[in-house]
């Protein structure tokens, strides 16, 4: 097995200043990498920075990625500090409600879109012609649930655009086959983050849909740093052009059946703090109020 060492390789993670991204930047920085970390505001990055720089090299940049002009300045900044950039993850992804999809606001599926996906090819496009340039390179897509095409519900509008950075990288990868840029596609499976453990859920059905949920969580949750780990070991290990990995296995809910049998007979395990946030399912001020005969 072919080893990518990853000391002194330049990486940069897409909204890393908390969650996933936050766990990807850690566990890169224990392989020795050198770490870009991004996110909206000033304040978030300040604070990353200041649990992250004692851990190894690394810098925070400012960066929306629904925002073409700021991505490819990214690029440039990274460049100008690091002198090169070997590593792209593109992780910026969120789903800000929960529930049945005909009750949700379309601002919600437009806001997830312009994250989720417009994001990633705006960064794709901008990253990948660097890379290209170069005949070098390493894109890492962050899948989620939706990305293999089975019904997402309750966060079937999230599943969506995941749906469409599964295609998206698919196709990315055949168009792309030697150029000499790699593509990674990596599915985490469900991770305790505040999108998990902190959901908005919309409407009376979503708020029945979810009534298990913190079950759910106990069951297939894991650690943020347990997914982000495997991506490092991955991106260390492998070195094929295209690669999809998914964390979450057919026998994964066994096993966390078997995991809380034991915890409940040991009296050692706890379910994760977990949080619904309710609005009202939406109603369009287009929509009629007359009964359909």
């Known amino acids: 097995m072919k080893t990518r060492p990853l000391k002194e390789k330049v990486v940069v993670i897409t909204d890393s200043t908390h969650g996933f991204g936050y766990a990807i930047a850690e566990a890169m920085l224990e392989a020795e990498a050198t770490v870009a970390i991004t996110g909206r505001s000033k304040e978030a990055i300040t604070h990353a920075l200041n649990s992250l720089q004692p851990k190894g090299r690394v810098s925070g940049f400012i960066l929306d990625v629904r925002q073409e002009e700021q991505v490819y300045k990214l690029v440039e900044d990274v460049l100008k500090e690091f002198g090169h950039i070997d590593i792209w993850v593109n992780n910026a992804g969120y789903s800000n409600a929960a529930g049945p999809m005909m009750d949700m606001d379309p601002q919600d599926a437009l806001d997830m879109f312009l994250s989720n996906d417009l994001g990633i090819f705006y960064c794709t496009q901008a990253i990948t012609h660097y890379m290209s340039t170069r005949r070098q390179g390493l894109l890492v897509n962050i899948y989620g649930n939706g990305?293999?095409?089975?019904?997402?519900?309750?966060?079937?509008?999230?599943?969506?655009?995941?749906?469409?950075?599964?295609?998206?990288?698919?196709?990315?990868?055949?168009?792309l086959k030697g150029s000499g840029v790699q593509i990674l596609g990596f599915s985490p499976g469900m991770l305790l983050t505040d999108m998990l453990t902190s959901p908005n859920v919309v409407g009376e059905r979503g708020r029945d849909m979810l009534k298990n949920f913190d079950f759910v969580l106990r069951l297939l949750g894991q650690p943020p740093k347990y997914a982000a780990d495997k991506l490092v070991q991955t991106i260390a290990h492998d070195e094929k052009d295209f690669m999809e990995v998914r964390l979450f296995k057919p026998w994964t809910p066994l096993l966390g059946l078997t995991r809380i049998g034991w915890e409940n007979l040991t009296k050692t395990g706890q379910t994760p703090e977990f949080e619904l946030n309710y609005r009202p399912a939406y109603k369009s001020r287009y929509a009629s109020n007359r009964k359909h005969e």
């Open 147 to 175: 990305s293999f095409l089975r019904p997402a519900s309750p966060t079937g509008l999230y599943g969506a655009t995941k749906a469409w950075v599964t295609s998206f990288t698919r196709s990315l990868a055949k168009e």
